[in-house]
Nanobody, 126 residues
Framework: QVQLVESGGGSVQSGGSLRLSCVVSGATYSSYCMAWFRQIPGKEREGVAAIDNDGATSYADSVKGRFTISQDNAKNTLYLQMNSLEPEDTAMYYC????????????????????WGQGTQVTVSS
């Protein structure tokens, strides 16, 4: 069983920065995908950024150049550094993880992840 616990959300003004963290515990995979998703009430959950065990990353077009996903394997922690935040970034942010098949690409699709955290709220005011 994989447990994911997010932290680091909060309220900032437009142009500000936040760093989200996701601590992973329980069962671990040697080959994995990990990702950040976000959701606004009444809308579908959307992928923000993903990273695999080799360090390959992918981003949604809306956050490219502003957000950076990274991981610290020694601390079993996933990060999302968010800079130049905009009101449109306001959402609940979720950490997700799953086993990665050999050579597979980590897509930003909800269906690709079976383990989820409880979420952390990010609010950006103009």
């Amino acid at each position: 069983q994989v447990q994911l616990v997010e932290s680091g959300g909060g309220s900032v003004q437009s142009g500000g920065s936040l760093r989200l963290s996701c601590v992973v515990s329980g069962a671990t995979y040697s080959s994995y995908c990990m990702a950040w998703f976000r959701q606004i009430p009444g809308k579908e959950r959307e992928g923000v950024a993903a990273i695999d065990n080799d360090g390959a990353t992918s981003y949604a077009d809306s956050v490219k150049g502003r957000f950076t996903i990274s991981q610290d394997n020694a601390k079993n922690t996933l990060y999302l550094q968010m800079n130049s935040l905009e009101p449109e970034d306001t959402a609940m942010y979720y950490c997700a993880a799953d086993r990665r098949a050999y050579g597979a690409i980590c897509y930003l699709a909800v269906s690709g992840y079976g383990h989820w955290g409880q979420g952390t709220q990010v609010t950006v005011s103009s």
